[in-house]
């Protein structure tokens, strides 16, 4: 499925759009884990709005793709997509984080419309995402599953217990992004619990490893497309990102792990996302 | 208890349960060699990254591996050191609960567990980050002590108290924005000794943690509107239980309601209830908790007061039990 200029002009477009709704959704929220949010927005893109098989109209179409957001607290980020897919009204997450209100921080599969499955307690996804790619092989479906891990996530023993069966098992029929935005909440991952040559481990644990820029749809794209057609090894994307994309004053700040905004905030944060898309 | 520490109001008000406990941690560590700090990527939320930036020899972060952090701290006790450990008290009960009970308790290794962001506290997050088990859990551990402090006071006093007492202990606190509670650390905190925080003879309402300070609100409001004379109890340490007081109330006052931030299944109400059925005494009793369910999303005010756990809620279910008639059933003799 290679991308034309025309799809990447139309991606690039949704993911400034979707930026700023996770700018306008975190300030309605009073906080939300807004870095992380950003830094996957490419990659949730390209699998919403170009590779996954999915209908917003029918959420629960038995052989759609499912994708699984293990970084659950990016659900901000999360919750912007699928309201730009049409999967709920865009309106609804001024709830976000409040009383009652069916989003969380962390969206919730039995409450929120579109979910596959409810993330927030880092380190669960993988496995869920291993069951779900073996749940299409013994039912002879053709779905596929996509798995979205954050890099500070990848110190959990159970990411690399489920990368393990996922190479046992040869599951090719999975697709792993890693977030590499390389902060978690303390500071840079190489200081705090170092993952390098993180290449390598993925390597060592039987996977094909596609070391990318994150914020370039060429790039996801033709990994995405390589990925999707192997028949040995399961595929990890290492996504290359930065933490706080566009948000000139967020990058690379650990500070932004998660926050909040006020309206002079908001006013800067759209602006800076605005100079991104024009210089692309 | 000798650290010469004192929280004046206003060092509660400004600082949050959390930073409290990072004050007496590092202070503590000066004059103890073996204390070491251990956490997982939660330095900064649950400010035991204060010991570290004092000590960063005897601080480690192991990152977001929450088993592996209660295993090395296992190790570390079994080395001869005195590990307090912190992480939020979802992944701390839950994730390394294995950890926690044969790495820890079964050895009955002196491991201070500093659980944050319990019961939901941290509301908006969602039952991922909602901790509504922990107690039933810890309870359900041979040798582990568990307290729950009514507020960063308590806990400076109970992390203080957690170094002289052998074995595993398990504090759980908020997520650090309760308002406090005691004005001054010298009220008399022992662990396993419960606090009469308001004195009466009608009812009792027995607390832990932030539930306290709504429930001596309530009490007052009583006594002026209701004329009721409400017994409050913080029964800080959940394991060992403080028979002796609850067994007390039941005799003074025949009512009993527990309130605690958990499922009304497995902890303080549950806990109170096994003495009470133990000792042959009758008594109308009531838990109010979170009802056996995942909760609703909210910031911990509404849900505090959706699930009957402030002061309002607190009032009504009060007035609920001293209208009931628990005498009315003539096949029961309820003579004690
Ligand atoms: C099991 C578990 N431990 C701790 C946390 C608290 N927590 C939330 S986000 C986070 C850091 C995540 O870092 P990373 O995976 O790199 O995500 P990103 O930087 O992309 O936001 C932590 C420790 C959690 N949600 N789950």
Redesign the interface.
Same mark, same amino acid.
């Given at each position: 499925m290679p991308i034309t200029n025309n799809e990447i002009a139309a991606l690039e477009e949704r993911a400034s759009k979707i930026r700023k709704n996770i700018i306008d959704i975190t300030s309605w929220?009073?906080?939300a884990h807004i870095g992380g949010a950003l830094s996957m927005v490419e990659m949730i893109t390209t699998l919403y709005f170009k590779y996954a098989n999915i209908d917003p109209a029918n959420p629960d179409m038995p052989d759609r793709d499912r994708i699984v957001v293990s970084k659950?607290h990016s659900g901000v980020g999360y919750a912007a997509v699928l309201a730009e897919k049409g999967y709920f009204d865009f309106e609804l997450l001024k709830d976000f984080?409040?009383?009652?209100?069916?989003?969380?921080?962390?969206?919730?599969s039995l409450k929120v419309r579109g979910v596959d499955v409810?993330?927030?307690?880092?380190?669960h996804g993988l496995p869920m995402a291993v069951g779900l790619a073996l749940g299409a092989r013994v039912q002879k479906k053709n779905w596929k599953t996509y798995c979205i891990l954050g890099d500070?996530?990848c110190?959990?023993?159970s990411i690399w217990e489920a990368a393990m069966a996922a190479s046992h098992f040869k599951v090719t029929n999975l697709v792993t992004f890693v977030d590499r935005n390389r902060f978690? =909440?303390?500071g840079k991952t190489e200081e =705090?619990?170092s993952i390098e040559p993180f290449a390598d481990k993925w390597k060592a644990f039987g996977f094909e490893v596609r070391d990318i820029n994150g914020h370039n749809f060429v790039e996801l794209a033709t990994a995405l497309d390589e990925a999707l057609t192997a028949d040995e090894k399961p595929t990890v994307i290492i996504a290359n990102t930065t933490k706080g994309k566009g948000v000139d004053f967020m990058e690379n700040d650990v500070r932004w792990h998660y926050g909040g905004l006020n309206s002079d905030l908001v006013i800067k944060a759209k602006a800076s996302v605005e100079r991104m898309f024009q210089r692309n | 208890m000798s650290e010469g520490l004192t929280w004046t109001l206003y060092d509660a008000n400004t600082m949050t349960q959390a930073q409290i406990y990072g004050e007496v941690l590092c202070k503590m560590g000066q004059t103890r060699p073996d204390i070491v700090a251990l956490t997982a990527d939660m330095a900064k939320s649950t400010k035991i990254g204060r010991f570290g930036e004092k000590f960063p020899e005897r601080f480690f972060n192991v990152g977001i591996a929450e088993q592996n952090l209660f295993g090395v701290a296992a190790g570390m006790a079994k080395s001869g050191l005195t590990p307090f450990i912190s992480t939020m008290a979802v992944f701390t009960s839950m994730r390394a609960c294995e950890q926690v009970r044969t790495d820890i308790c079964y050895q009955n290794l002196d491991c201070k567990i500093i659980a944050t962001h319990g019961g939901v506290s941290f509301g908006q997050a969602g039952s991922t980050h909602h901790c509504t088990e922990d107690l039933a859990i810890m309870r359900s551990f041979a040798n582990m002590t568990i307290i729950v402090p009514a507020d960063g006071i308590e806990t400076a006093n109970a992390v203080r108290a957690a170094f002289d007492w052998p074995g595993p202990i398990y504090i759980r606190i908020g997520r650090g924005f309760e308002p406090p509670f005691y004005e001054t650390e010298d009220y008399g905190f022992t662990i396993g000794k419960a606090v009469e925080v308001n004195s009466g003879t009608d009812i009792t309402l027995i607390c832990c943690g932030a539930t306290v300070l709504q429930a001596a609100e309530a009490a007052n409001y009583l006594r002026q509107n209701d004329g009721l004379s409400v017994r409050v109890i913080n029964l800080h340490t959940i394991k060992p239980i403080d028979t002796k007081t609850i067994l007390q109330a039941v005799m003074d006052t025949r009512r009993i309601i527990t309130f605690e931030e958990h499922n009304i299944q497995g902890g303080l109400g549950s806990a109170v209830a096994d003495v009470i059925a133990a000792s042959g005494k009758g008594c109308a009793f009531e838990k109010v908790g979170i009802p056996d369910c995942y909760c609703e999303v909210g910031y911990p005010e509404d849900l505090q007061s959706y699930y009957k756990l402030d002061t309002d809620g607190i009032i009504g279910k009060v007035r609920q039990v001293m209208d009931r008639d628990f005498e009315e059933d003539d096949d029961w003799e309820d003579e004690v």
């Open positions: 929220a009073g906080g659950g984080n409040k009383f009652k209100s069916p989003f969380g921080m962390h969206l919730d409810s993330t927030g307690s880092l380190g500070g996530e110190n959990e023993g978690m =909440i303390d =705090i619990m | -």
